[in-house]
């Protein structure tokens, strides 16, 4: 998301993870999605075909393989998926609807006439098509496809959004993966100078030029080196976590990565926050969601208030009804059958002249719920303008941080050679060159932290200002300056 290598990769690489005995993830369900019970949660995770052993990662790369591997993806996508389907279910409204009946009976009837009873009996059936269709609603029908069309453009601007989302927290925990990764390195750099450090003292005391004291200084000095070693490792497991998290997939995947050093960093802000600010209120696809949700709850303030109106709608049948092997006690005594059509049209006009206000205080709601939206929309807004100005601050700060760091690191390099030769020939005493050698170890660090910020940072105002494709993720975005270092 933020500042990815532009350039061809290095040899320099990481595994994510390497296990030391292979996972099947295979899963061993149909085509229709019946798997057994004990492969149901292994065959939720991606396919390791989408995983190229051999790729090594860089930002962009990763970025692709969350999209298709994040459940979250795939959830955003299908809550899209049900909003077009609902908009699809309020449009069946502007059309009529037909359903068949038919039912069949045996009965017995009495009727009671001067001297006894006429009885009758036999059975009976019926069936019939019967046709409904609304032809006019004052707006009813309009305003509940107008507020679905309204609710599937939200949906639609939520996925893209969570397309950038993931890409963010992919971009962020890949950053401080790289870190922590850079930081073992770093702490072993150290460690090995500080094992320099101690055959050099060593030798000296071997020699008499050098004290007791002094050795036991080195061998500290060494002994914190190798706690700073394995408390950056202990830190690589979690950050490997967060990563693959990200990803949707497995720890135990082994993913080769772009090293952090190979990452193209800005040169600089090159628009102001104003501008910013305008584009992210013109395209973030979160604001607009909170736009259409508003503009679904005025049509749903149109269609409270088309309550108060009548319904015209037309109703027609169609059908048979049959009477078979009807038996009377007539003198006659006849055995008779019956059949003949029925059919029916009707013009409705449905109006609800008094209700106990319900149609009133159903428009209050939708009022108010519409005046909460834009109250939210506001205050979104604000939020949205907030974030960029403190992201375009930070990215600012971590900019000039990192000139600071980069100087610190030089110094701090030149410093420790220096007092090392100067050790060497006995000019300098063990607690200076133990002191140039942390202050080398806290230049490594600083440096290594003002390259994660700097990217944390400016992926955080890319994202903060809703650049739309994964181009603008990276260093091309139209807000940085371009900086190969």
């Known amino acids: 998301m933020a500042l990815t290598a532009c350039s061809s990769p290095s040899p320099a690489q990481h595994d994510l993870a390497n296990p030391a005995l292979p996972v099947n993830h295979s899963s061993s369900g149909d085509v229709n999605g019946n798997a057994t019970q004990k492969s149901a949660l292994s065959s939720r995770l991606p396919d390791q075909n989408q995983i190229d052993p051999k790729l090594i990662y860089d930002l962009p790369a990763l970025v692709d393989l969350a999209l298709h591997t994040n459940p979250e993806t795939r959830a955003s996508w299908e809550e899209a998926q049900a909003a077009a389907a609902r908009l699809e279910r309020n449009r069946s409204a502007w059309y009529p609807t037909l359903s068949a009946m038919a039912f069949g009976q045996q009965f017995k009837t009495s009727f009671p006439i001067p001297g006894g009873a006429l009885v009758s009996h036999g059975y009976s059936s019926t069936g019939s098509l019967d046709l409904a269709w609304t032809l006019f609603d004052f707006g009813r029908r309009e305003a509940t496809v107008d507020a679905g069309t309204q609710r599937l453009h939200a949906a639609n601007f939520s996925f893209n959004r969570k397309h950038q989302e993931i890409a963010y927290r992919v971009a962020s925990s890949f950053f401080a993966y790289q870190a922590v990764l850079s930081k073992v390195t770093a702490a072993q750099q150290t460690l090995e100078a500080a094992k320099a450090g101690t055959v050099s003292v060593q030798a000296k005391l071997s020699k008499g030029l050098a004290t007791r004291p002094d050795l036991l200084l080195a061998i500290q000095e060494q002994a914190k080196a190798s706690y700073d070693l394995q408390d950056a490792r202990s830190s690589v497991i979690q950050a490997q976590a967060d990563l693959t998290a990200n990803l949707g997939v497995s720890p135990t995947y082994a993913l080769q990565l772009i090293d952090l050093s190979n990452v193209p960093l800005p040169a600089g802000l090159v628009e102001s926050v104003e501008k910013i600010v305008d584009q992210a209120l013109e395209q973030r696809p979160d604001l607009m969601a909170r736009l259409a949700e508003l503009r679904a ?26 009477w078979g092997n009807i038996h009377t006690n007539s003198l006659s005594n006849d055995i008779y059958s019956v059949s003949n059509v029925v059919d029916t049209v009707m013009l409705n006009v449905e109006w609800t002249l008094f209700d106990g206000f319900e149609r009133s205080n159903a428009v209050h709601e939708a009022e108010a719920k519409q005046e909460v939206s834009r109250a939210q929309l506001d205050s979104f807004r604000l939020e949205i303008i907030r974030d960029i100005w403190k992201a375009y601050a930070d990215t600012k700060t971590a900019l000039e941080k990192r000139e600071f760091a980069l100087a610190l690191l030089k110094a701090a390099e030149e410093s420790y050679a220096a007092t090392q030769e100067s050790y060497t020939h006995g000019f300098s005493t063990v607690i200076e060159l133990l002191s140039a050698q942390k202050d080398l170890a806290h230049a490594r660090f600083t440096e290594i932290d003002s390259r994660a910020t700097l990217l944390r940072s400016a992926a955080t105002l890319v994202y903060v200002a809703g650049e739309h494709n994964r181009g603008d993720f990276n260093s091309d975005s139209g807000a940085f300056g371009r900086n190969p270092q």
């Open 297 to 322: 709850r005025e049509a749903e303030v149109q269609k409270a208030r088309a309550e108060f109106w009548p319904k015209l709608s037309l109703r027609g049948m169609i059908g048979n009804q049959y």
